[in-house]
């Protein structure tokens, strides 16, 4: 949220529809959510508020000031490291729920404690998303990022992404990817809400690219905050 402002709002609502869809509970009063939402956002200048419904059908909406990522982040990029233990193939349809079971990204989180962020593997080996986020890098002018039936959440600012790039005329390429592409992209970074655009240095111990951030990752951020 910006200056008691939505971002995005109708894209999370959106979500929050057919997460509950999947999982067999029903939408709220939308009227009584945004009456609760607007009220948490008057509270901050500046920060997130987020939005759950329980299985009983109780709304439950919190607001927060901080923000988890620096800009000396944004500016510098951060290190990451994959989790060894890799997602069961039937975790696919979960993974494009968004749901408050992080079990799973908790042990992942676990085998790196000190790090920002952890990317997962997929059942058989493909590079799939971090635990809160979405990946994407760069390759000779074109923008890789794992496709959503590999087992990633659609993410708001990953499709907010997706939609630059095709204003800015950069190839796109949604497909399984390993981590020796990876190891060798010219730039990468990860998506979600909080994050923004957040550009990767090092992932593994191997230094990606030689700009941070690289230049696509700088036209898609603007572009993204001018769409």
């Known amino acids: 949220m910006e200056?008691?402002?939505?971002v995005n709002l109708k894209e999370h609502l959106r979500r929050l529809r057919a997460s509950l869809q999947t999982v067999g509970i029903g939408f709220p009063a939308e009227r009584a959510l945004l009456s609760r939402i607007n009220a948490?956002?008057?509270?901050?200048?500046?920060?997130?508020?987020?939005?759950?419904?329980?299985?009983?059908?109780?709304?439950?909406?919190?607001?927060?000031?901080?923000?988890?990522?620096?800009?000396?982040?944004a500016r510098k990029g951060i290190s990451l490291v994959t989790a060894a233990a890799r997602w069961p193939a039937g975790e696919i349809g979960l993974a494009q729920v968004k749901h408050s079971e992080r079990l799973a990204g908790i042990l992942a989180r676990a085998e790196a404690r000190a790090m920002p962020e952890v990317l997962r593997l997929g059942a058989h080996g493909y590079l799939t998303e971090g635990t809160v986020s979405?990946?994407?890098?760069?390759?000779?002018?074109?923008?890789?990022?794992?496709?959503?039936?590999?087992?990633?959440?659609?993410?708001?600012?990953?499709?907010?992404?997706?939609?630059a790039a095709k204003?800015?005329?950069v190839p796109v390429r949604?497909?399984?990817v390993t981590r020796h592409e990876l190891?060798?992209?010219?730039?990468?970074f990860l998506t979600n809400v909080l994050m923004d655009l957040l550009p990767v240095r090092e992932v593994d111990g191997r230094r990606i690219g030689d700009k941070i951030p690289g230049p696509i990752t700088r036209r898609l951020k603007k572009e993204v905050k001018r769409g």
């Open 40 to 73: 948490e956002a008057g509270r901050i200048k500046e920060g997130y508020v987020r939005m759950a419904v329980r299985r009983s059908g109780e709304m439950v909406v919190q607001s927060g000031r901080n923000h988890r990522y620096s800009a000396a982040q």
């Open 174 to 176: 949604e497909v399984p």
């Open 134 to 163: 979405n990946l994407f890098f760069v390759k000779e002018g074109t923008l890789f990022t794992p496709p959503v039936w590999s087992g990633v959440l659609d993410g708001i600012t990953r499709r907010a992404v997706l939609a």
């Open 3 to 6: 200056r008691s402002r939505g």
């Open 167 to 169: 204003r800015l005329q």
């Open 183 to 188: 190891f060798n992209a010219e730039e990468a």
